[in-house]
């Protein structure tokens, strides 16, 4: 009897004690609504899972754009169009004038290396070359030629797209072959001539000849007597460059500068 009651906690080695047996957890069991539990199984509905997982989902999403705020943003992106696209425009018609006030000056240098051997005076030719079958003849280039090649693409200015002009062989119009068919002009031209016509040594050639120095000489004192209104020597044909307020058209002076024309040749001709 005193054996049974021994206590059993107690190792059977000395100095040692047995390890307490712990009690087992129980696990609760686990709380469930009837609502949402599918009818006859006590199970929750698959179809009500999917709904509540899609409702956190889209609260989880952050604020979107509103119809109003949409319209505004469409509306400001509207604005900044319309303005951005005339700036982009007359950017390009700048680049343009730019671009032909160059080639400008490059017939300008040959000009100038042209009236240094004719001592200064004005070149005396047609306006416009003149075109016959796939030639041209006559005209600017083709007193130039030998300074600038009539073929070089600086006689084209790069707004010119019509082909009536391009034909030409160039975009500029030569000022002086204007004028020379001017009264003026011509009446001191066939006052000068009129002795050498009835000499029978001189040939046509050289009647031609000297008749062009004579309308050279006059051409140049039309071009001194009015410096202050500064007269080109060549300008567009055609109205291209539509930049400000001055006329679409650029123009190589006698000083050889260029700059766009401040009032139309036909002003310049009331004028005088």
Request: aromatic share 6%; net charge negative; proline share 8%.
């Amino acid at each position: 009897m005193l054996e049974s009651h021994r206590d059993t906690s107690r190792s059977p080695i000395p100095g040692k004690t047995r390890p307490r047996s712990r009690p087992e957890r129980r696990e609760k069991p686990e709380r469930w609504s009837p609502v949402g539990v599918h009818a006859g199984f006590g199970r929750p509905s698959l179809e009500r899972f999917k709904m509540n997982s899609a409702h956190t989902n889209l609260n989880r999403r952050g604020p979107g754009f509103t119809l109003v705020e949409t319209l505004v943003v469409l509306g400001i992106i509207t604005v900044l169009v319309g303005i951005s696209i005339p700036t982009l425009r007359g950017m390009r018609e700048e680049a343009r004038s730019t671009g032909c006030r160059t080639t400008l000056r490059e017939i300008g240098l040959a000009l100038s290396a042209y009236r240094a051997n004719i001592n200064d005076r004005i070149p005396s030719c047609e306006p416009l070359p003149a075109v016959i079958g796939d030639e041209t003849e006559g005209g600017l280039p083709e007193v130039l030629d030998g300074y600038l090649d009539k073929d070089c693409a600086c006689w084209i200015c790069g707004a010119d797209v019509d082909p009536e002009s391009t034909v030409t062989g160039t975009s500029y119009l030569y000022v002086p072959g204007l004028l020379r068919y001017s009264p003026q002009i011509q009446i001191a031209v066939g006052q000068a001539l009129l002795p050498y016509l009835e000499n029978p040594d001189w040939n046509p050639t050289q009647l031609e000849l000297l008749r062009r120095n004579i309308e050279s000489r006059e051409l140049m004192g039309v071009f001194v007597h009015e410096t202050g209104r500064r007269l080109p020597l060549l300008i567009d044909s055609q109205d291209r460059h539509p930049v400000g307020d001055l006329i679409p058209r650029n123009a190589l002076f006698t000083d050889g500068s260029v700059a766009q024309m401040r009032e139309s040749f036909s002003e310049m001709e009331g004028g005088g």
